[in-house]
């Protein structure tokens, strides 16, 4: 029952997200990307800041150090994803994205020399092969947009890494509490250097913002943390891995956003690569054995 609750809650979370690129979409008729983010952040930061006093959580210098490092990741990301928006569609964006999970186990390897298994190998071909199609024009060239939003996919993967890292050592309302406070300094320093200063309030513009920082930065986080402790880190990776594809389809429903045969082949070659890469094939590896009892003795 509760590995059902954990990977229930974790749909809720990619459900969120996935609502959070027609967010975002929605939010840049009025606003700048910096704009957003500053918002966005503001409210994380107030919020889990807040959380934090209340449990009384103390930080130590490791963990200050740890917090910064995730949150200049977290706003690269976030950053690179909001602008890339601007010019590319939500669904693009979503996808895009979400090929940051085939991205990890190439920076454990360059990191802790960790070993990249055939599965992630072959996550990453068919990627690759799922970007192309997504992404390139005609004359072979990336527009601004993707491009952006693959720095972006780069960016989660490195903040994905490192908290996978952190939370191992320190406390999570701390790591959290820093990493929101790190991403709204950075957000509003920018916002100050470009002069992006001029707010213009409107409410769409205002309901977008409050939905990204309450919902899809302060509770998705909350909530990831919580029921991923009721499931395992390939399932929680490959449940995660749908808010790309709950992206695409509030992408059409709300913003009418249509849907070619090349953005479906990319899209479900991306979506292949994230499952392959993250699950082994061990579901289907599952399923023969149960079928084959030879099977399980030929891999032993």
Not at 245 to 266: A, D, H, Y
């Amino acid at each position: 029952m509760s590995k059902h609750l954990g990977t229930f809650g974790l749909l809720i979370v990619a459900i969120i997200w996935g609502m959070g690129f027609v967010a975002n979409e929605v939010a840049l008729d009025t606003m700048t990307p910096m704009q957003i983010l500053g918002g966005r952040f503001l409210i994380a930061a107030i919020l889990m800041c807040s959380i934090a006093l209340i449990k009384k959580v103390k930080t130590e210098k490791n963990e200050l150090f740890a917090g910064i490092v995730l949150g200049i990741f977290l706003f690269a990301g976030f950053a690179t994803q909001t602008i890339g928006l601007k010019y590319t569609t939500p669904s693009k964006n979503a996808f895009l994205t979400a090929a940051n999970v085939v991205i990890v186990p190439f920076i454990a390897f360059m990191i802790y020399k960790k070993k990249v298994d055939k599965f992630s190998i072959t996550g990453a071909l068919l990627a690759i092969f799922g970007i192309g199609i997504l992404s390139l024009n005609g004359n072979l060239t990336l527009g601004l947009g993707d491009g952006l939003t693959l720095i972006c996919a780069v960016s989660f993967a490195f903040q994905i890494f490192f908290t996978g890292e952190y939370v191992k050592k320190y406390n999570v309302l701390a790591l959290n509490a820093i990493q929101m406070t790190v991403a709204f300094v950075l957000s509003l320093a920018t916002i100050l250097v470009t002069g992006e200063t001029n707010l213009t309030f409107t409410q769409d513009g205002l309901t977008s913002t409050l939905y990204l920082g309450v919902l899809s930065t302060t509770v998705a986080f909350f909530l990831q943390t919580l029921f991923q402790k009721y499931t395992d880190q390939t399932t929680a990776a490959v449940v995660l891995s749908m808010e790309s594809v709950f992206g695409t389809l509030f992408s059409v429903l709300i913003v009418g956003e249509n849907i070619t045969p090349r953005m479906v082949i990319g899209s479900t070659l991306i979506l292949a690569a994230v499952i392959t890469a993250e699950t082994k094939l061990s579901w289907l590896f599952d399923y023969r054995k149960i079928k084959n009892p030879k099977i399980e003795a030929e891999m032993e």
